[in-house]
Every structure is written in C-alpha cells, then in structure tokens.
C-alpha cells in the first residue's frame, strides 16, 4: 500500500525547507561528527578484552533470550552494575538498553499525577518524550536560567518537583552552573535530575563525569549515564539510591517490556569501564584538544560564531538550512566529516555546524578544518 497522503505531504513539507533526513553513507573522513570522544568505539583492546571475558567465563551466547525479569538477567549484568556503581561512587546502577530508553522509563514512570516536572527548554528528545508519557504536570524554564526556574518552583509550594538537565546539551555543548542548581534545588527540597550522556569519558581524571568530577554527585537524585557516546558501546545505566533502583525494576515499563541487552553488549559495557580507569592520557589529550580548538578559533576570528562551549561539542551558528548544509558539503569535499544540524531539530534560525573533538584528533586537523571554515565564511 502506498504511504497515506497527509504523511506524503509532511514529506514534501521537508523537502521544501531543505530538512529531509536520509541516512548518511559511511565515509573515511577526518571524525568531526561522531560522539566517540575518546576512541573507544574503535578500541582494538576493549573489543579483545570483551571477547576474552565471555570465553574465560563461559558465557558462549549471543542473545539475552527475553527481559531481564523473566530470562535475561544474565550474570553480566550484576558484574557490570556492581562495578559501575562502584566507579561513579553511588548506591545502585541499573542497566537500560540505551539511553533513550533510560529518560522514557524514569520519566514516564518516577513523577507522579500531582508532582511537577520543571525542565530545561533545550532538554533532549527522549527527555521530553517520557516527560510526555508521565503523569505529572511539566513545564520548561529558560536555558540555564535558574531565576526562572526558582520563579515557577515557587508557583507549586508542598509538591514533589523534579528538576530536570543535562550538564552538557547535545546541541550547544554549554553546561548549566552546577553547583549554583544543585543549591537550588536543596534550597526548595526539590528532585534533581541530571542527563550526563556528553560527559561520560569527557570530565574527570578518569572521565567519570561532570558532576562527579565536581563532587556533586551525592547531592543529586538521580543521574542518567549513556554508553553510546564516550564510552563507544551501547547502553545506559541510571545512577541513584537502592529504592529508586527496586522502583524502576517495578515500573519502569522501558526497561520491563522490553529483551535485555546481549551478554556481549554487557561485556563490552564493563569492558569499556575498566578501561577508563587505565585511559587518563587519552582523556588528558581530549581535554587538551579541546583547549586548542577554542584557542584556535578565537586566533581565527570564529569565536563569535560559536556557541560557548568548554566541552567536546562546539557549534558554529549557520543560519538557514541550505546555508548550513551547502557549507557541510564544503568542508566535507575538503576531507572533514562536520554535520549540518538544521531545523527542526534545532530552532529557526539557530541551523548549525556541529563539531564533536575527539582525543585523537591532530592540532593540525583542528586548525586546518577552522581555517577552511574561516575561508569559506568570510
């Protein structure tokens, strides 16, 4: 049958605004677009060491076989919890299948019909989405302004509220000022809840993550951590108490409803974090990548095309989506793999390049790849 005709027409609406996602080809340019930070997804030694874990344990499977409730709470799983626990300093880890799956199942399952959910405007899709899926009344508050969020945490005086962000966006790269969010929250008795899915394997010696890196993490209800990004697997885990832990294991309907991840996924999962314990002169070398790139674009005159950024993200402000797809292409013809991110994705106006840092990433790539951008700019 063909496609419904209002669904063809949405079609041609993106066309015609130069917005229609097609799936890109696989290419041998210089890694400008991936969110594999620090090389992991790559790693000759985390895919050796995950193969010779499951043989050493006798673990010859290649599927979960069903959810983790009924018969896919394999031994890996208790081996890979126990030890995330223990390197992000917390009470309990539970492994969801990605992290999408992850802020559906807490946010769909955790607020309550008369608890509120106040987020940040620029939280991820899948943020939102459980947001959509959960009871609570919700409501958004200016990006990283913590005086509108104070103002409507007082419009709901005795509710259980949950305050929900990122400590790094996956658009802008920016951070929220922790320390001053985390008082905030303590100061009206509220739900903190933090998305780290762009800081696993970026801060901290051994990348554990932003707010770990400023101890903060005992202060903070619950935090998200994905795999799929720093850690180059694939996978989430929730960060909390025991309870909220037994909670999610009982409503979290993502992670019930749902088969478990294979033995060799959870391999690689504990694998991959092992690994960063052993990895600080690789993340010490994206840390210093980082560096250069903003000192390199300021040398060049493109700071003020750039979003404020200390992270692996940085995003240079191309409005309009042909603009910012044509100067892709440019750079892309040139060797260097940069993605256009255009709207709807992002807001009118707000179309971008978007360029992810990586550790091994040469200073040379970096200021050539700028130098080009500033070229075809200016």
Do not use: W
């Not at 290649?62 to 018969?71: D, E, K, P, Q, V």
């Not at 959960?134 to 419009?155: C, G, P, Q």
């Not at 202060?219 to 795999?227: D, K, N, Q």
């Not at 256009?340 to 200021?367: D, K, M, W």
């Amino acid at each position: 049958m063909k496609l419904a005709e209002n669904l063809i027409q949405k079609l041609e609406n993106r066309k015609l605004n130069n917005s229609l996602r097609k799936l890109p080809s696989f290419n041998n340019l210089v890694d400008f677009s991936s969110n594999d930070y620090i090389g992991f997804s790559k790693s000759e030694s985390i895919f050796k060491l995950s193969h010779h874990y499951l043989i050493e344990n006798d673990i010859i499977q290649n599927g979960a076989t069903g959810s983790r409730l009924i018969s896919g709470n394999h031994s890996l799983y208790q081996n890979a919890e126990s030890f995330i626990t223990q390197f992000h300093d917390t009470e309990s880890a539970l492994i969801f299948n990605s992290g999408y799956d992850a802020n559906v199942g807490f946010f769909s399952a955790v607020p309550q019909r008369n608890d509120v959910i106040l987020y940040d405007e620029l939280s991820h899709a899948s943020i939102r989405d459980g947001i959509v899926m959960s009871n609570a009344k919700s409501y958004k508050f200016n990006h990283n302004d913590f005086e509108d969020l104070e103002r409507l945490i007082l419009k709901f005086p005795d509710t259980n509220i949950y305050v929900v962000t990122e400590t790094v966006f996956s658009m802008d790269g920016d951070s929220p000022n922790m320390e001053e969010l985390v008082q905030l929250a303590e100061k009206h008795n509220c739900y903190l809840v933090v998305d780290e899915a762009h800081t696993l394997g970026v801060f901290g010696d051994k990348g554990e993550g932003l707010t770990q890196y400023l101890q903060l993490h005992n202060r903070i209800f619950a935090r998200i951590m994905t795999f799929g990004k720093g850690l180059g697997c694939h996978g989430a885990a929730i960060l909390g108490s025991q309870e909220l832990k037994e909670y999610l294991v009982n409503f979290a309907r993502s992670f019930i409803y749902t088969t478990g991840l294979s033995p060799h996924a959870v391999a690689t999962i504990l694998t991959a974090y092992q690994q960063l314990e052993i990895e600080t002169e690789t993340i010490e070398k994206l840390r210093q990548n980082i560096i250069f790139f903003n000192q390199q674009k300021k040398l060049l005159g493109l700071k003020p095309m750039f979003v404020h950024s200390k992270s692996s993200i940085q995003s240079a402000i191309i409005p309009g989506n042909e603009n910012a797809k044509r100067l892709a292409q440019d750079l892309q013809d040139k060797g260097f793999d940069i993605k256009a991110i255009l709207s709807p994705t992002v807001p009118e106006g707000q179309e971008r390049l978007r360029f992810c840092i990586h550790s091994n990433n040469s200073e040379e790539e970096i200021t050539q790849v700028l130098e080009l951008l500033r070229d075809f700019v200016f």
